[in-house]
């Protein structure tokens, strides 16, 4: 069995052929999921598809690069559906340097306030960082993150990062770049990330694994994830899907 932790099945691109992506993902042994929400309508489709399906979960946050556009009431809302028993998560959340639609200093206290919630409601966050890595840990350590822990989301960076990461209860995930052909730093991280801490996904539609890279992504594809990293560590595809699987169900707490 396998568990993509991060799905973007309520994205506009899987609008016409949702049930066929599913039936795919299953013949894969892909039997969990989670649904990221990071604004109004991917929220709202979301809570949709966890009412819908029994396999798929939710995380709910707000995404840095629409920063700009968080009101309160957003937070408020969020803050409601967390109580939802099927909404695991808060995020994605995180900093975003690359685009520059929100200011930094808006991206940040939009940062703080979910991890803040995540505390106060007492759910792991999921994390999207781009371009900020010295600023996201910086703020994960000030915002006492560890007391919830949750995922450094597609994760590209450094073993001294990861480590870092990894101390303040935050598990290392990994997508679609770590099976790229020309992605060594990637390969070499992922190769010394503790079994414990790991975790895979897909971020579908986006950032598709070789030999699919250019295409849609979707969560049939994180088997793949999974054959590279049990490559790179040298252990068997079923140890790495054990081991990731049950990482994945004991940060959501998911007991079924």
Not at 8 to 35: G, S, T, Y
Not at 83 to 97: C, N, Q, R, S, T
Request: hydrophobic share 40%.
């Amino acid at each position: 069995m396998l568990f993509d932790t991060h799905v973007h099945l309520n994205a506009d691109q899987f609008n016409d052929d949702l049930e066929d992506v599913i039936e795919r993902a299953k013949e894969r042994n892909v039997e969990k999921m989670v649904v990221v929400g990071f604004d109004e309508p991917t929220i709202n489709r979301a809570m949709e598809l966890i009412e819908k399906y029994d396999f798929m979960y939710a995380s709910v946050g707000w995404h840095p690069v629409d920063a700009i556009d968080m009101k309160d009431e957003h937070l408020t809302w969020i803050e409601e559906l967390a109580a939802h028993p099927k909404v695991v998560a808060i995020g994605e959340m995180g900093l975003d340097y690359h685009w520059d639609k929100s200011p930094k200093d808006i991206q940040k206290e939009v940062f703080r306030r979910q991890i803040r919630l995540a505390r106060k409601v007492n759910l792991p966050i999921i994390i999207h960082n781009r371009d900020a890595t010295e600023d996201v840990i910086t703020i994960l350590k000030e915002e006492s993150v560890e007391e919830v822990g949750g995922i450094m989301h597609c994760f590209t960076g450094s073993i001294e990062v990861a480590k870092q990461c990894m101390g303040m209860n935050m598990y290392i995930s990994f997508g679609g770049p770590v099976t790229f052909k020309n992605a060594k730093k990637p390969k070499e991280v992922a190769a010394e990330i503790p079994l414990d801490k790991l975790l895979i996904e897909t971020d579908c539609p986006y950032l598709t694994p070789h030999p699919y890279r250019g295409k849609r992504n979707e969560p049939a594809y994180v088997s793949y994830v999974a054959e590279q990293i049990a490559e790179l560590k040298g252990i068997s595809y079923d140890e790495l899907a054990k081991h990731t699987t049950e990482n994945a169900l004991k940060l959501f707490r998911i007991n079924d």
